[in-house]
């Protein structure tokens, strides 16, 4: 399979977790719903490691990667904190487009940290998404 396929499947899911996540949030902590949703990607994610028999531990654990999935998995969890109470705040019609700003934010990080080429392509599409997010999210 392409890796196209698996980014249209996760932005699939990612607005199906917009739809779910508001109607889970209807009179639950945001915090209490963002914990139950990570027990249950905690669950999924142990059962399909087991399944496909990837429990392997790397001879030897290099301190960097680990450390910067570390920090991911901080990045994530205090984005959905913030997003499950925004949520709560604001119609999911709204929330998700300020959400996919991600977008833009990983593109000029990309070029900063990483030294990814900016493209013409890649600038055009990163301002094209702001726009869109500009004319969706705000009056």
């Known amino acids: 399979m392409s890796w196209q396929l698996f980014a249209l499947g996760s932005a ?19 915090n209490l719903a963002t914990l139950i949703r990570t027990v249950v990607i905690l669950a999924m994610t142990a059962g399909i490691v087991t399944f ?6 790397p001879q030897a654990l290099e301190p960097r990667p680990i450390a910067f999935l570390v920090l991911s998995g901080l990045a994530t969890g205090f984005s959905w904190l913030l997003y499950y109470r925004a949520l709560q705040l604001a119609p999911a019609s709204m929330v998700a487009p300020i959400d996919k700003l991600s977008l833009v934010f990983a593109i000029v990080l990309a070029v900063v940290f990483l030294g990814e080429a900016l493209t013409v392509k890649l ?16 009056p």
């Open 52 to 57: 496909r028999g990837e429990w392997q531990v």
């Open 12 to 30: 699939f899911f990612a607005g199906l977790t917009a739809i779910f996540g508001k109607l889970g949030v209807e009179g639950l902590n945001s």
């Open 123 to 138: 600038a055009l599409g990163g301002l094209l998404i702001l726009s869109g997010v500009l004319i969706l999210a705000w």
